[in-house]
């Protein structure tokens, strides 16, 4: 998304000093917002990830679970509300958990004081998976900076690095 490099510069700094580099996926779409209910970007996600570690939070990890069908490995954090069980999103009902890759090892995250609803996304998104970890993370509610958040992504990462 535009601006994210800048905006998301503490997360890279981050993630260097946890000894992995990083890199963008670019997404190109016609209008000023995400094309919510179609699933036009997700190739362009798929072409930029294939073979890769792939982290998304929030809107991210929405579209690298749907997207990213030949990653090595996924990192969801706090998966956006764009599924059947958000019904004051009904444009939104098109895309289903049950689409991507679910052979992809993931981590999946969710902060313990978000709403029943994300936690009940994060689960269908967990249990879609064959090959995952799930934690809760301590004391966060939907916030990528939470020291808490920023432990787990470390803990998934380093699980990774001793493979």
């Known amino acids: 998304?535009?601006?994210?490099?800048?905006?998301?510069q503490p997360f890279v700094d981050f993630v260097h000093a946890s000894g992995w580099k990083t890199e963008f996926v670019r997404l190109e779409w016609v209008?000023?917002?995400p094309?919510?209910?179609?699933?036009?970007?997700?190739?362009?996600?798929?072409?930029?990830?294939?073979?890769k570690i792939v982290m998304g939070f929030s809107l991210?990890?929405?579209?690298?679970?749907?997207?990213?069908?030949?990653?090595?490995?996924?990192?969801?954090?706090?998966?956006?509300?764009?599924?059947?069980?958000d019904e004051e999103e009904p444009e939104r009902w098109m895309i289903s958990y049950r689409a991507g890759n679910a052979y992809i090892p993931a981590d999946v995250l969710v902060g313990a004081l978000e709403d029943e609803q994300m936690h009940r996304r994060a689960?269908?998104?967990?249990?879609?998976?064959?090959?995952?970890?799930?934690?809760?993370?301590?004391?966060?509610?939907?916030?990528l900076w939470h020291p808490h958040y920023l432990d787990a992504i470390k803990a998934a990462l380093d699980r990774l690095d001793a493979k």
């Not at 094309?35 to 073979?51: C, K, L, N, R, Y």
């Not at 998104?125 to 934690?135: E, I, L």
């Open 1 to 8: 998304m535009p601006g994210a490099e800048r905006r998301f």
């Open 35 to 51: 094309p919510f209910g179609s699933t036009e970007i997700f190739p362009q996600v798929d072409s930029q990830t294939a073979g």
């Open 31 to 33: 209008n000023r917002r």
């Open 123 to 143: 689960s269908a998104v967990r249990d879609f998976y064959h090959r995952r970890t799930y934690t809760v993370v301590p004391e966060a509610e939907h916030e």
């Open 60 to 85: 991210g990890a929405l579209y690298s679970h749907l997207g990213a069908k030949r990653a090595r490995h996924v990192i969801l954090g706090s998966i956006s509300p764009f599924f059947l069980e």
